[in-house]
Structure formats: structure tokens, C-alpha cells
């Protein structure tokens, strides 16, 4: 299991709640959470914000199934985790490489494809909205005329497609639209 960062639409079904209780959902998984973006959280003050740490994080980490990884963290062989900072500090996306193909699981660096042609557009839940467009100005940089899925968390079918420079922004190209 993983997380890409811990905002509470990301969270959902690490635990589930049994005799009153929240419990891991996956005893069986391990689950990464980034350090640093568990650092960040478990400073926030208790309120309605929190309640989705307290229910979905934390029970995972008090029975010792949670790993807090660097935000480069190496999973397998084929899939790595890629530091992506600015909608939260320790967010993170998931890089895919295996036999010559590659792709990337962008999390909330993005929420929708028109941010390839307007990379300064920051959605109200980005923590750090200057580090968010900075990320992804340079994410769309190292993706851009290059074979790479990207595959974005919250946009609509379809949902993957390729970056594409377009004079100086880009554009995000699904099969449907490379026509
Ligand atoms: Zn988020």
C-alpha cells in the first residue's frame, strides 16, 4: 500500500472500522507513507481537518504496519517514488519503468489536464502553492516529448496520455486527441 500524501480523499480503506474501532484494511500489506509528509501532519492541531489522520493514518502506524519512506524510496526494481513537494510537503508520485516502457502516477500534483496549459493554476488545497507550480512546471518539463504514460490521479477518462510542449506550456495528449 501506498500513499502518495495523506489529504483525506487519498487515505480512504487504509483502516476500516471494526467494534467501534479503525483497523488496518490490509493486515497482510506493508503501507508507505513519505516521512516527511507524516512529519508535516502529526504536528496539525486535533479538529474536523485532522480526523482524517487520526482514523486512516494513525491506527496503521500503532500496529506497526507502516513504513515512513524517503520521498525517492525505492519500491521494486520497476517502481520508485519521485519527490513532487507543494500540494503537500512530502507528496509524492510513482514512477513506473519496466521493459524500455515507462510511466508515472502523478498524485495531486495536477487535479486536471488544463494545468498543462496553465502550470500556475494552484488548487486551493495546495499547501505550498508557489513549491505546487514550481513542481509542476518541472514535472512537465522532464515529461514532455517523452514516451512517458502519465496517468493523472483526479483527471477524467482517459486518464492517461502523454505531455506534449506547446510553445511555453504544454498540452496533455490522450489517444483519442492525438488523432
Ligand atoms: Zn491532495
Given at each position: 500500500m501506498l500513499c502518495t500524501h495523506l489529504h483525506v480523499d487519498h487515505v480512504g480503506w487504509?483502516?476500516?472500522?471494526?467494534?467501534?474501532?479503525?483497523?488496518?484494511?490490509?493486515?497482510?500489506?506493508?503501507?508507505?507513507?513519505?516521512?516527511?509528509?507524516?512529519?508535516?501532519?502529526?504536528?496539525?492541531?486535533?479538529?474536523p481537518d485532522r480526523d482524517a489522520r487520526d482514523d486512516?493514518?494513525?491506527?496503521?502506524?500503532?500496529s506497526g504496519l507502516a513504513d515512513l519512506v524517503a520521498t525517492n524510496h525505492r519500491i521494486?526494481?520497476?517502481v520508485s517514488l519521485q519527490p513532487t513537494p507543494g500540494h503537500t510537503p512530502g507528496h509524492v508520485s510513482v514512477c513506473i519503468a519496466s521493459r524500455g516502457e515507462a510511466a508515472v502516477?502523478?498524485?495531486?500534483?495536477?487535479?486536471?489536464p488544463v494545468q498543462c496549459a496553465e502550470p500556475d493554476w494552484a488548487n486551493r488545497f495546495d499547501v505550498d502553492p508557489h513549491a505546487a507550480r514550481r513542481t509542476r512546471r518541472a514535472f512537465l518539463e522532464r515529461?514532455?516529448?517523452r514516451s512517458v504514460l502519465v496517468l493523472?490521479?483526479?483527471?477524467?477518462?482517459?486518464?492517461?496520455?502523454?505531455?506534449?510542449?506547446?510553445?511555453?506550456?504544454?498540452?496533455?495528449?490522450?489517444?483519442s486527441s492525438s488523432g
Open positions: 487504509n483502516t476500516m472500522r471494526v467494534d467501534g474501532r479503525w483497523v488496518p484494511t490490509f493486515p497482510n500489506a506493508r503501507y508507505l507513507f513519505g516521512r516527511s509528509e507524516w512529519e508535516h501532519w502529526s504536528r496539525e492541531l486535533p479538529g486512516s493514518v494513525r491506527p496503521v502506524l500503532d521494486t526494481g520497476e502516477i502523478t498524485g495531486d500534483l495536477m487535479h486536471h515529461c514532455s516529448n493523472g490521479t483526479h483527471f477524467a477518462t482517459p486518464t492517461g496520455g502523454h505531455i506534449v510542449r506547446d510553445g511555453a506550456v504544454w498540452r496533455f495528449q490522450t489517444g
